[in-house]
């Protein structure tokens, strides 16, 4: 049962300096994260996602992405901390944290529709409904994973915007980490299947094609740069980005075309 706390409070958010040994306690956890346009540093924090499903294949599915449990680094993050303005304002879903092309496809595999704090049997939850874009094959691909059970992680990126409070054990060693207050960064479904045969079994149920499982497998094991998306890939891209130059210099002859015509007007 999911009982809607209020939708995320849209408030102004910063990057505040934190302390020396904060930032040192935090060190095994930063990313840095380059964009091609910039770089940024990120906590990142996987979670075995439970899926919404309500039947229809509409290419919608809700995600839980973050709970209040305690991870495996001992850290904490406080649902109600979450602030999402500037992650809102371009609410793109990525694969694996990636910001490029992935499997020859745009980085962008979907959009979130909303963000919900929710309580779910009891516990503080961040609720995320996208809509996957299904333009090309590999991201109908993920969508079935997904909707079918095959795959159900999920990763946040995010950076504290207030300073997150040590938890001690009793014998008053920092454990871990609260984070009470954290900007919203982007998040990512995240190459882990839900078991260790879900790849397989969806190939062999021809959900996926075999280069995409090998792919998928690729990415779970840390060696995404011998995934299979080559040539044949390569290729498709390359023509794609032909087609909008093409595009990009018709929609440009077209303005200007426009433009004479109004200064002959004017003439």
Avoid at 114 to 124: C, D, E, I, Q, V
Avoid at 162 to 190: C, H, N, Y
Wanted: net charge neutral; glycine share 8%.
């Amino acid at each position: 049962m999911t009982d809607v706390i209020d939708p995320i409070e849209l408030e102004p958010t910063g990057s505040p300096m934190l302390p020396i040994e904060i930032m040192a306690g935090l060190n095994k956890r930063l990313v840095r994260v380059a964009t091609g346009e910039s770089e940024f540093l990120s906590i990142r924090k996987g979670y075995a996602a439970e899926i919404e499903k309500d039947g229809a294949d509409n290419g919608k599915l809700a995600f839980v992405i973050s709970t209040e449990a305690i991870d495996r680094m001992g850290d904490i993050i406080e649902v109600g901390g979450w602030q999402t303005e500037n992650y809102l304002r371009n609410p793109i879903v990525l694969f694996g944290h990636e910001y490029g092309e992935v499997a020859g496809s745009p980085p962008s595999q979907g959009r979130t529709l909303s963000l919900t704090k929710t309580r779910r049997n009891g516990a503080r939850a961040l609720t995320a409904v996208v809509e996957f874009h299904r333009v090309t094959r590999f991201n109908n691909e993920l969508y079935a994973m997904y909707k079918g059970g095959f795959m159900n992680t999920t990763s946040v990126g995010f950076w504290p915007t207030a300073q997150p409070e040590p938890i001690k054990s009793d014998a008053g060693d920092v454990t871990g980490f609260r984070f009470i207050k954290q900007d919203l960064l982007e998040w990512s479904l995240v190459a882990v299947p839900a078991n260790p045969e879900a790849v397989q079994e969806a190939m062999k149920k021809g959900i996926i094609r075999p280069r995409t499982a090998e792919f998928l497998s690729a990415v779970a094991g840390g060696s995404a740069d011998r995934a299979p998306f080559g040539a044949v890939d390569e290729r498709i891209e390359a023509e794609s980005r032909k087609r909008l130059e093409a595009l990009r210099l018709k929609l440009l002859c077209g303005r200007i075309q426009t433009e004479a015509a109004k200064w002959n007007q004017r003439i």
